[in-house]
């Protein structure tokens, strides 16, 4: 009897504890984590060019992308829409696009929320949660929450809050077993619209060339509608030439 007793009390011990761990870990914590499980700072920073081949599903239509990055901030894009192929550039100077189906085929200057668009799209050449005090971002853990069946820490980020920057608002739901986000949940919000919800779930995580750990499916719903964006493939540090990224002179 006195061993059963025994043996219920270091069960219940053991519970607390496990519980008193989540509660205790930090933001930091919870962040250093993450960034190790998904392949380690030095290997981000080792992230020079990066390539992705892509497909995106929407309602009645598959769309095809080819994305190029190269630091700081060079973008050249290529998009197959019905046929057509749209290509979008930015030198870290001049943006420019060749776009068909606006009735052209000459490299037409991108105006400044098109650019503003292709910038912000781009995808992340390092995490935004490396050294994300020294960015400007502000991350806070908010508590914990169940989805679909999974323990998550959920972490609010205000992006560039404290920089001159724009900043944008997203909560991002991190597996409390092995820290990467499954989940990305933000508001869009403007005097025109009414609030919209926009929830993007993230999975499918493999390892690129570079060993670093990246979601390849985003599964994202908004206004009632789904959205699929699957990446096929990753590379990085692939030699990329500058001229790739400057508009075409015809």
């Not at 502000?138 to 323990?151: A, H, M, S």
């Amino acid at each position: 009897m006195k061993l059963k007793k025994m043996k219920a009390l270091t069960f219940i011990l053991i519970s607390m504890a496990s519980v008193g761990f989540l509660e205790a870990q930090t933001i930091d914590e919870i962040i250093q984590n993450h960034i190790e499980n998904s392949g380690g700072e030095k290997a981000w920073n080792s992230v020079k060019t990066i390539k992705i081949a892509a497909k995106m599903s929407v309602p009645q239509a598959e769309i095809k992308m080819n994305i190029m990055q190269k630091k700081p901030n060079m973008i050249y894009t290529e998009t197959e829409v019905m046929g057509q192929k749209i290509i979008q550039g930015f030198d870290g100077e001049t943006a420019w696009m060749i776009n068909p189906m606006m009735g052209t085929s000459t490299p037409q200057p991108m105006t400044e929320d098109m650019k503003q668009q292709l910038l912000q799209n781009a995808q992340d050449m390092e995490s935004d949660w490396i050294r994300f005090k020294e960015k400007g971002h502000e991350v806070t853990l908010e508590g914990e929450e169940t989805i679909d069946g999974v323990e998550t820490f959920k972490v609010k980020i205000i992006k560039n809050k404290n920089n001159d920057k724009p900043e944008s608002t997203a909560f991002f739901f991190f597996d409390t077993e092995n820290y990467i986000p499954i989940v990305m949940r933000m508001v869009m919000d403007d005097t025109t619209t009414p609030p919209t919800t926009i929830q993007t779930k993230l999975s499918e995580y493999k390892e690129t060339n570079l060993g670093i750990l990246m979601p390849h499916h985003f599964e994202t719903e908004m206004m009632g509608q789904t959205t699929v964006l699957v990446f096929d493939e990753v590379v990085m540090n692939e030699d990329m030439s500058d001229s790739l990224f400057k508009m075409p002179s015809e």
